[in-house]
């Protein structure tokens, strides 16, 4: 399996909290991302990091941020959590696109709720 | 954009029984695909990938997909399910252009197993 942990892996918290989830990997890929995953929505993408310092917007960017300071660290924030941000978030790792064809690792995930 | 389409929410197969699960995908060039599984409570795994060459592609656990260009679809096969296959299954499509590396993911098809 591939080296990836997420932390924490619960978490509850109230309305208005600000939260950070943390992604660690030990397989010094380069990209990392961040989806959510709700009930009849699949997965979806939150933001994603091509490198040290470099992200971008995914599809349900809103209400999020996230830094990368270190290869081996993605960090999402919630800087003023919502109960609609209540959901399963995952990170993903994958490779350059000539050694894996964007094969993504995913790690176990972070249940939040928001109350 | 690049849109992918899992038309069975959930499939009800008993254990013994083959299987396939539909994917159609919306993408102006030739695709990556993929299939992952998730367990309940767990984060995703690949099951297989198609990026070039024979269009029938073997993956872990005994399944196969299909890519069919006329079709825009790829879909997952396995002869004979077992029960231990009851899980989330999701279909993705990802660019194969340099500097791309999104996954667009289906919602997903829930397999329940009768024993």
């Known amino acids: 399996d591939a080296g ?17 989830l943390r992604c660690h990997q030990t397989e010094n890929h380069r990209y990392m991302y961040w989806y959510r995953q ?7 993408l939150i933001h994603y990091s091509y490198g040290v310092k470099d992200t971008d917007k995914g599809e349900v960017s809103d209400g999020y941020s996230v830094s990368r300071s270190k290869t081996e660290d993605f960090l999402l924030t919630l ?3 919502t109960s ?9 790792i994958s490779d350059s696109l000539s050694k894996t064809h964007n094969e993504q690792f995913f790690g176990p995930g972070t249940r939040l709720t928001v109350l | 954009a690049q849109s992918v389409t899992q038309p069975d929410i959930h499939i009800t197969v008993s254990e013994g029984a083959s299987l396939e699960l539909r994917c159609n995908y919306s993408y102006g060039a030739t695709p990556y695909l993929f299939w992952y599984v998730q367990s ?12 070039s060459g024979d ?3 073997q993956g872990i656990k005994g399944f196969e997909a299909e890519f069919k260009r006329s079709q825009s679809s790829f879909n997952l096969r396995k002869p004979s399910v077992h029960w231990s296959d009851a899980a989330e299954y999701f279909c993705a499509v990802g660019p194969s252009g340099a500097g791309s590396y999104q996954l667009t993911f289906g919602k ?3 397999l329940s197993v009768i024993p």
């Not at chain 1, 709700?38 to 979806?44: E, S, T």
């Open chain 1, 38 to 44: 709700d009930p009849g929505h699949g997965l979806r």
């Open chain 1, 84 to 92: 609609s941000q209540t959901s399963v978030y995952f990170c993903a």
């Open chain 2, 108 to 110: 997903g098809t829930k």
């Open chain 1, 4 to 20: 990836i942990t997420q932390s924490p892996r619960h978490k509850v918290t109230e309305t208005g909290t600000p939260v950070t």
């Open chain 2, 40 to 51: 309940p409570g767990q984060g995703l795994q690949l099951l297989l990938k198609y990026f």
């Open chain 1, 79 to 81: 800087e003023s959590a």
């Open chain 2, 55 to 57: 269009t029938l592609v």
